[in-house]
């Protein structure tokens, strides 16, 4: 009978753990050589920040970066009305079959029936829900709108229009719609997209329909966002020179840190953090908003990238076109009204 060599299963497990730490160690390595390449390679790059952008649009993948010849569609559908605006919903047939949706809010007097020939023509500001919210929760629709803080109304309270658009992070149990966003973005980044770069692109779209229409000033555009619309709101200011001024709120971080999935690319620790991306934002404004207590991300680890922020906009002779708020709050969009505020009134600088 033949005899083979057997051993206890405990007895390999200190060179599997040699293993599974020197994976470790090669990570945080290349991970720190990464972090100098990237700020170097940025920093000596600042005099072309034209070629920056067009690198951050092929990270984040088609149609950002290829393009497309397709000729969106906008179709609005009348909701009703309140004491400030008329709302509508919007829909982008962005791609033959693929269609984007979003809020707008029109503000002018409702006193009567809405009559487009009479809107005036305002500055629009898009206003971006975050993780699981909706265009609705976000604008007051529903009644409470928790972390928001009255978002998208307290924009509504100036003389400006609004668009809410609708990101694929809504919550799946309360809206009773199932679907796994990690798994849509891995099957886009498969065929060189990202969930990221379709959502950009599609509010980019609605931008190209919505300044056709003679009550948008296309000369003035904002956008704010909380959180997962934070984000958006950053990369999207980064990638169309449009949006004049925004608000970024309760995002900037870490990203070695908060490397969620379809916050990574391939290779981003050697391009584009959050800092760099903020950077592509100057000449125009930019407000970053932070809660130093942030129950979502450590607002201790935000701040290395404030700062590196701050370098950035310093050595593009723009310092004066940056503004970070530390609010005494958790993960919530700032109680402040006075961002919002300045974030319209640059928009007629």
């Known amino acids: 009978m033949e005899e083979y060599y057997t051993e206890a299963e405990d ?9 599974l730490d020197s994976i470790t160690d090669l990570i945080k390595k290349k991970q720190d050589e990464k972090n100098k390449e990237r700020v170097n390679t940025f920093l000596n790059n600042l005099d072309n920040i034209e070629k920056e952008r067009e690198e951050l649009k092929k990270m984040l993948g088609w149609p950002l970066y290829g393009g497309c010849e397709h000729k969106p ?3 609005l559908e009348y909701v009703g009305k309140d004491s400030e605006v008329y709302i509508y919903r919007a829909f982008i047939d962005v791609f033959p079959d693929y269609s984007f949706y979003g809020i707008l809010f029109i503000k002018a007097d409702t006193s009567g029936e809405p009559d487009a020939s009479k809107f ?18 976000c604008s007051g629709i529903y009644g409470d709108t928790a972390n928001y803080n009255q978002m998208t109304r307290r924009i509504l309270k100036n003389d400006v229009h609004v668009f809410a658009p609708q990101l694929l992070i809504w919550c ?7 679907f ?4 849509i973005d891995r099957d886009l980044k498969q ?10 692109y599609s509010i980019q779209k609605a931008l190209d329909l919505f300044s056709e229409k003679p009550y948008i000033d296309e000369e003035r555009i904002g956008m704010i966002g909380l959180s997962y619309g934070g984000f958006y709101t950053l990369f999207t200011a980064a990638c169309d020179k449009r949006i004049k001024s ?7 971080n870490d990203r070695i840190k908060y490397n969620w999935p379809d916050w990574t690319w391939f290779d981003s620790a050697g391009k584009f953090f959050d800092a760099e991306v903020a950077a592509m934002i100057a000449p125009r404004h ?13 607002f201790e680890t935000t701040k290395d990238v404030l700062r590196q922020t701050e370098e950035y906009f310093e050595k593009l002779g723009q310092k004066d076109k940056l503004k970070i708020t530390v609010f005494d709050g958790k993960h919530e969009f700032c109680k402040d009204d006075s961002a919002i505020s300045d974030m319209i009134a640059s928009l007629y600088e």
């Open 11 to 19: 007895i390999a497990s200190v060179y599997r753990k040699q293993y």
């Open 73 to 75: 569609i906008l179709r």
């Open 120 to 137: 005036g023509k305002k500055p629009l500001i898009i206003s971006q829900h975050g993780g699981l919210g909706t265009p609705e929760f």
């Open 172 to 178: 799946p149990e309360r809206y009773k719609l199932p």
């Open 180 to 183: 796994e966003r990690v798994d």
């Open 191 to 200: 065929v060189g997209s990202s969930i990221t770069a379709i959502e950009i």
């Open 246 to 252: 925004c608000i970024s709120c309760s995002f900037v």
């Open 286 to 298: 930019l407000h970053i908003q932070v809660g130093n207590h942030d129950e979502v991300f450590d």
